[in-house]
């Protein structure tokens, strides 16, 4: 069975600071692996994804993520912190099925402030 | 292009009444997903539509729920009798294939059930 973990439910960081959000999961297939953000009163925005190419992963708004297998670790990370990046973060995992991968598994969230 | 639309943003219903969530997806996306995220809790799967057949109901709770895509276009989530453990937020998503290609989700409904 696949499942995500998001260590932290709530991460403080300073405005200009490191984001670093965790993610692990677990997969008995190769996986595909995604990081979705939510703003207030929106819906889930897609940040960045893995599906089996390089492993560092570039999204937008200046987030990446690495994969690392020999860690199970998909963490988020973006060099400096701006206050517009305060919002919920997810964690997400899905495995081919038959037609493809369809099926999304959501870490709990990781809730992210700045302050300035 | 416009984005996936759910109605309504928000519903107060009592404990025993029905509830109808419609979501829209984008024109031209035949995949079409419902998941909910309790209070506290994770985002879970409901189902996936391909066109106007169920390809996955596997994350439906109970037979309370009751989803439909009329003609593989809009979507209809109903829940019949609401209970007060169904209160949270639907999220629906549309995409032209599957996870290669990217969901768009809709802002979602807020569902509180008194």
């Known amino acids: 069975a696949q499942s995500v973990t998001q260590l932290g439910s709530h991460v403080s960081v300073s405005e200009g600071a490191l984001v670093l959000l965790r993610c692990n999961y677990s997969?008995?297939?190769?996986?595909?692996l995604f990081w979705y953000v939510q703003y207030p009163n929106q819906g889930l925005q897609l940040l960045l994804k893995?599906?089996?190419?390089?492993?560092l992963v570039k999204g937008i708004n200046g987030f990446e993520a690495e994969f690392k297998k020999s860690e199970t670790s998909f963490h988020l990370t973006k060099p400096s912190a701006h206050m517009s990046d305060a919002a919920e973060y997810f964690c997400a995992v899905s495995r081919p099925r038959s037609g493809g991968y369809n099926k999304l598994i959501f870490g709990a969230g990781t809730r992210l402030a700045v302050h300035p | 292009e416009a984005g996936v639309t759910q109605f309504p943003s928000h519903s107060v219903i009592e404990k025993g009444q029905t509830v109808t969530l419609r979501c829209d997806p984008i024109s031209g996306h035949d995949n079409l997903y419902w998941y909910r995220r309790v209070m506290g809790k994770e985002i879970k799967f409901l189902l996936h539509f391909v066109k106007e057949s169920k390809q996955d109901e596997s994350g439906m709770p109970n037979n309370r729920f009751l989803a439909e895509r009329t003609g593989g276009t809009y979507s209809t989530l109903k829940v019949q009798p609401a209970e007060l453990e169904d209160s949270g937020v639907y999220f629906c998503?549309?995409?032209?294939?599957?996870?290669?290609?990217?969901?768009?989700f809709g802002s979602g409904t807020r569902l509180t059930v008194v």
């Open positions: 998503a549309s995409s032209r294939g599957d996870l290669n290609y990217g969901y768009t």
């Open positions: 893995y599906t089996s190419a390089a492993t």
């Open positions: 997969s008995s297939v190769p996986p595909y």
